[in-house]
Structure formats: structure tokens, C-alpha cells
């Protein structure tokens, strides 16, 4: 299982790869922060609702969060991610675990990430 980096600490909230994620798993990590969030023009890695890629024998598992409880992007997010991770070369399956422990916070967006969306007009 890998080791979270820290992204936001309000809550002790750790995201990210940490030290011992394998190369694999990084590649994985990259390519969800390619994929948007479909209401705000961040990823959703920078949006922190990635909080663990791990791989087994080509069985990948992203648990994930979402900003709110009945977000109308859902399905459409967890296809994203599966439709991104499928044909890649040595995943065999992609399960998405959502988890609400810890429950996001706008605490765990970067500096970067929150002035992304102030120029995009979104107020925090």
C-alpha cells in the first residue's frame, strides 16, 4: 500500500505518492492529473479526491473522494478514471473505491491549485 505525501494538513490529511509508490503507480497518478474536473478547470488530483492509486498483478485500485455527497458528476468521473487507466499496458482491472474518511476539504488545495480557480473566477 503506498504512502501518502502531504497536499493539505487542516485535517492531518495526507494525498498524493508517497516514498515507496512504485514507478508503475506514479505513471497511474500522472495520468488521473490529466483528467479535469468536470465543473472546475483543476484535476482531480489537484482537487485532492485521489487519495491512493495502488496496483497488484495489474489489479488497480484508486480510492477517491468527492467534494459533496450526491455530486451529479459521479458516474461520469469514475468513468474518466477507468476509461484513463484500462488500456494501459500491465492493468488488468481498475476498481474505484469511494471513500468519505476523511471528507475533502477545500483545506487540501495547494496554494497553486486555489489561485488556479480564483483566476477562473471561483471563489473559495
Known amino acids: 500500500m503506498s504512502t501518502h505525501t502531504a497536499v493539505g494538513d487542516a485535517n492531518g490529511i495526507t494525498i498524493g505518492p508517497g516514498e515507496d509508490t512504485s514507478t508503475f503507480e506514479r505513471e497511474l497518478w500522472s495520468l488521473i492529473d490529466e483528467i479535469p474536473d468536470p465543473h ?16 497488484n498483478d495489474g489489479d488497480v485500485t484508486v480510492e477517491m473522494t468527492f467534494p459533496c455527497m450526491g455530486c451529479p458528476a459521479y458516474e461520469f468521473i469514475q468513468n474518466d478514471i477507468e476509461s484513463m487507466l484500462r488500456p494501459v499496458e500491465g492493468v488488468t482491472s481498475v476498481t474505484i473505491d469511494i471513500v468519505w474518511d476523511p471528507v475533502w476539504s477545500k483545506d487540501m488545495l495547494e496554494p497553486n491549485v486555489r489561485e488556479k480557480m480564483r483566476d477562473a473566477g471561483i471563489s473559495l
Open 40 to 55: 472546475i478547470p483543476v484535476s482531480l488530483v489537484e482537487m485532492g479526491m485521489i487519495y491512493d492509486i495502488r496496483e
